[in-house]
């Protein structure tokens, strides 16, 4: 099993930038895949974004060419750099380990127009 816990979500204007980070309790190279998901009120959890040990990536259509998803191994951290923030974006945004199913807690990101 593997602990995680997002943070940096938060209020911000269309057009702006966040990033967020799931720091896991183990080392994410025996984790391999993990994610980014979301869920807007009233909504299905939808992925946002994946990535592998390998550094292989997949993003959703909708974020393409605004987020980035990253991973720091000797951290044990996966970030997800979001860019040109849309209202539509706003949800909690959910990490997930993949290969263990396991999620955070979910942090807020609020995007005002």
């Known amino acids: 099993q593997v602990q995680l816990v997002e943070s940096g979500g938060g209020l911000v204007q269309a057009g702006g930038s966040l990033r967020l980070s799931c720091a896991a309790s183990?080392?994410?190279?025996?984790?391999?895949?993990m994610g980014w998901y979301r869920q807007a009120p009233g909504k299905q959890r939808e992925m946002v974004a994946t990535i592998n040990s390998g550094g292989s990536t997949n993003y959703a259509d909708s974020v393409k060419g605004r987020f980035a998803i990253s991973r720091d191994n000797a951290k044990n951290t996966v970030y997800l750099q979001m860019n040109a923030l849309k209202p539509e974006d706003t949800a909690v945004y959910y990490c997930k380990s993949i290969t263990f199913g396991s999620w955070g807690q979910g942090t807020q990101v609020t995007v005002s127009s």
């Open positions: 183990r080392s994410i190279l025996v984790i391999n895949a």
